[in-house]
């Protein structure tokens, strides 16, 4: 078994490596806390890229950066291996650099530390997971090199949809045996197994203006036909199977004694399966086709989505992970969440994902978003064994 015994000594090594790194990993992330970046923020997610870049490029880890106009630059770094076993592909980790904090968060509440606990905008959704990411590359990279290519995509978007970052997803996931998204973990140490996709659309309403006293008969009201619509799409909900829809924000008409001759209505959807997704996306046009009031014609426009990590895509992924978590000491557990991530991208494309495999972290997207710092070194070394794991014959 001999084999083994080499796994057995990398995942050692990996793991050593990883301990002397504690006190670094936690500079490092105070220092990508301290920046700034928005989703919308491309000068703040690209001062984020750079420092990822120089860390890498310190370490003599390949690092290949696009730069994109409307986004952040998408930086994607990789070990090739020795090419012995990359027929069953690489292994994919990945992380967002973009947060939900406006530029400025920074000046006014920058990173924090009270004992075991980081505070700051995104220290843990996901700071704290990319670097966690990078430490594992920067672990894989001191190991006598793995027999198929470890890859580490850093997109820019994810929290206004990975409108951009979504197509250098796929293609960097393409291909790939396994992907673990960094996302933060659960409170209860959990990593994320399962997450609904979801879908945000524009519905437009146009009907035809009238003085609701001189000639309402003459008007066709937008407002109206969206209401009926709205009635008929909340009823699409069905809680037993976790599809949810919610006419979240609706704007209209141009006074009150007008028959309003448009109306909006922005629409968001959750599904757990593909399968769902579709049928719902079906019944949604049928009720948007309708011409509820005569008149009135309404139209439909997707914003933003994500697929669907369906829990099946993460079983023996996740199966793994646990074995090298209890081989270091901590239970670990598969949640599944309503949230949606870029790891739904990856599963849809039939690619086993685990999630939330970041350090682990609550109150995300809050002012009191935290990271549990002590979480940071074991999480490291699971997903370091994971990925030394397989190499493991019958990966
Ligand atoms: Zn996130």
Known sequence: ????????????????????QQTEMVECLKTLVNIDSNSYDKAGTDAVADVIVEW????????????RPDSGDIVEAWLEGDGSDAAKGHVLMMGHRDTVFPTGTVAERGYTQQGDTAFGPGVADMKSGLVLNIFVLRALKHLAPL????????????????????AFIREAASGARAVLNAEPGRISGNVVTGRKGGAAFLIEVSGKAAHSGVSHEAGASAIEALARKIVKLHALTDYDSGVTTNIGLIEGGISRNTVAPSATAQLDTRFVTNEQRVDLLAAIETIIAEEEVPGTQATIRQTSGFLPMEPTMSEALFTRYRAQAEKLGFNVGGEFTGGCSDAGTTASLGIPTLCGTGPVGAKMHTDDEYCRLETFLPRAQA???????LAVEGA
């Open 1 to 20: 078994m001999e084999p083994l015994t080499d796994t057995e000594t990398m995942m050692a090594a990996a793991c050593d490596w990883l301990a002397g």
């Open 56 to 67: 890498l490029e310190a370490d003599g880890i390949a690092v290949r950066r696009t730069s």
């Open 147 to 166: 027999p198929f290519p470890v890859r580490v995509l850093f997109t820019a978007d994810e929290e206004i949809g990975s409108r951009d970052g979504t």
């Open 383 to 389: 997903v370091a064994a994971t990925i030394i794991d």
